[in-house]
């Protein structure tokens, strides 16, 4: 990829905000009302770090207009917040809420679907239930 590619950059990115204390103090512990983006978004850190994973890539589900005035949907309802591929080659679908939050009906379907064509599919509320996890779930057999 060139230098100046928009995913290099991103990855760049969380790799010095990996480095920053404040964030790893709240991948370790992140209060009752984080944002639900903030926690994505160090989910992302930990997964783009991970030797277990080919890539995740946060999702998002809405519409906009175009320039012409056009309205133009990107993503589906129930799409999972983190979708990405393990190193073995699985697809990894995860669903990211707030404390005490659960996923909807639509995102449950949706890892549903992934689960039972062999992908891993999960909902975490924090970087730690994600971290255990990856742990059980996704690591090489020996």
């Known amino acids: ?72 949907r990107f993503g589906f309802p129930g799409l999972s917040d983190i979708i990405g591929q393990l190193a073995d080659g699985r697809f990894l679908a995860v669903e990211v809420k707030r404390p005490g939050k659960n996923p909807t009906e639509t995102q449950k379907a949706f890892l549903d679907r992934v689960a039972k064509y062999n992908g891993v599919a999960y909902t975490v509320h924090s970087v730690d239930e994600l971290d255990k996890f990856i742990r059980q779930n996704c690591l090489p057999n020996k």
């Open 1 to 72: 990829m060139p230098s100046g590619d928009k995913r290099t950059n991103n990855i760049k990115n969380m790799n010095i905000l990996a480095g920053n204390k404040q964030v790893k103090a709240f991948l370790s512990r992140p209060a009752a009302n984080v944002r639900e983006s903030k926690i994505v978004s160090a989910c992302l850190v930990y997964l783009n770090r991970s030797r277990y994973i080919a890539w995740a890539i946060r999702m998002n589900v809405g519409a906009a207009t175009d320039s012409t005035g056009r309205l133009v």
